[in-house]
């Protein structure tokens, strides 16, 4: 069917939320192509509250839904017809009247460290400081070098590379996702191992939320869904789920899909300082994957409260 109306696309105004956004738009009019005209389809940017603080960690500031609170606002209000989201950025529970049922193909999901002097994450000495806004990343730096020291790195990928090349810290990483997203992968110095840096939940996955009950804007978005990615993502926020994840807490989860159909996950909870590390994996078909995820994060819940443990 052709599309006669216009829709608003709304996203954050960073870089990297513009890019992701434009994406989007791209595989709408791709999918639609005689059905949808660029002009149908306007990006609009709305400043979050996750953006506008900067000065502290999200743990602090009220968690990682800061960065969609003002974008679902509009959602309910109908400035916006469906939003544009870092999928790792979401809360695992979503406002009553909202669903993300799109998930665009997922990029590379790995960590990159990236040095100011060229340095891997194993060759830094003892007592660099590495900047990270990302309790995941402290908390597992420090499980495997307890001799770095890290810290608080805010901002957009742009501010973190000025941070860095100002020496405020002597590494950082971010996401290889959105290092390829921005043309910049040219900053790398180290492209990580799920391994040894077991990613975030979601992280390298775009989702497009919308209003439930829309299915004008159902039918525009079903054909760029890839089940397969969002699969993946469905698994590792069941596990993520479970263990209460959110900014204030080091969880990674990583699900992989094979050709067979069969989906594995893996899934870590981490003390904040790294000390202790509660590892889980398992495997399921694709279909099964939101009780996969929520088996995982249950051993893991389990074995941490046997220890008496509170994150």
Known sequence: MAFVKSYKIGTRGSPLALAQAEETRERLLKAHEGKLSPDQLELVVIKTSGDKIQDRALAEAGGKGLFVKELE??????????????????ETVLPDGLVIDCILPREDARDVFISANGQGLHDLPEGALVGTSSLRRQALILNRRPDLKVGLFRGSVQTRLRKLSEGEADATLLALAGLKRLGREDVITERLSVEDMLPAVAQGAIGIERRAADDDVAALLAPIDDRPSRERITA??????????????????????????????????LSPDGKLRFDGAGSA???????????IGRDIKARADAKGLSF
């Open 73 to 90: 606002e509009a959602l309910f209000s109908g400035a916006i017809d469906f939003a544009v989201h870092s999928m790792k950025d979401m």
């Open 236 to 269: 590792e926020r069941s596990m993520l789920a479970v263990l209460d994840g959110s900014c204030r807490t080091p969880i990674a989860g990583y699900a992989e899909l094979d050709t067979a159909g069969n989906l594995s996950l893996r899934a870590s909870l």
């Open 285 to 295: 078909s694709w279909d099964e994957a939101t009780a996969l995820g929520a088996e």
